[in-house]
C-alpha cells in the first residue's frame, strides 16, 4: 500500500460545470477526511466518513457540494456548478479509528487542484 | 471558535541554524496538536503529533513543545538543511481539525 491517492492531480474547468474527485484512502483506515485549501491558508475542514457514514459537514460545504463514500473505501467528492470561488487544493486525509496515539494521525492524499476559469 | 495562529510567515535562515516555529491557538481544549510539513503543490506530511496531556514530542532533529494552559506550542528544528525547506502546519484538534496558516521556511545553502 503506497498511501492515500487521489485523482486527478490537476482539473481545469469552466464556471458552471461540474466536476468530481476521488479519493483513494489507505485501505485499513475507516476515517476518511475531505479539506479545501486556499493559498497561503491551511486546510478548512469540510466533512468526513467513517466507513461508508458521512458523520460530519462543515458550514463550508455549500450545497453544491456532495461526498459519498458508498462502500466505505474510495470516496468522491462533487461540485456542481462550479464557482471561481470553488478554485482551490482539495484535499483528502484517511487515518484508522482511534485506537491509540499513532492512531491519532491523518495520512493525506497529495490533493487535486481546482481552477475554475 | 477555535482560531490559530502561525508567527512568523515566513522565514529565511542560513543552513546549520536553529530555528523555532510559533503556533497559538485560543481555545486550550484540544485533543491533541500535530505538526506538518507540506512541499509546494503536494499533500501534508505529519511531523509531530502531541497529546493533550503530553508537553513535547521530539523526532530526530525536531522538537515539538505544547503549553496547553497558554495556547501555544513551538516547533524547533535544530541544524537546519536545504532540505527543510518548506511550509510548516500546526493543527489542534477537538472534534474536527483547525489548521494554522502556515510558516514558509527556506534554508539557505
Known sequence: DTGVSQDPRHKITKRGQNVTFRCDP?????????????????????????NEAQLEKSRLLSDRFSAERPKGSFSTLEIQRTEQGDSAMYLCASKELAGGPQQETQYFGPGTRLLVL | KQEVTQIPAALSVPEGENLVLNCSFTDSAIYNLQWFRQDPGKGLTSLLLI?????????????????????????????????DSATYLCAVRLNDMRFGAGTRLTVKP
Open chain 1, 26 to 50: 489507505i485501505s485499513e483506515h475507516n476515517r476518511l477526511y475531505w479539506y479545501r485549501q486556499t493559498l497561503g491558508q491551511g486546510p478548512e475542514f469540510l466533512t468526513y466518513f467513517q
Open chain 2, 51 to 83: 497529546q493533550s496531556s503530553q508537553r513535547e514530542q521530539t523526532s530526530g532533529r525536531l522538537n515539538a513543545s505544547l503549553d496547553k494552559s497558554s495556547g501555544r506550542s513551538t516547533l524547533y528544528i535544530a541544524a537546519s538543511q536545504p532540505g
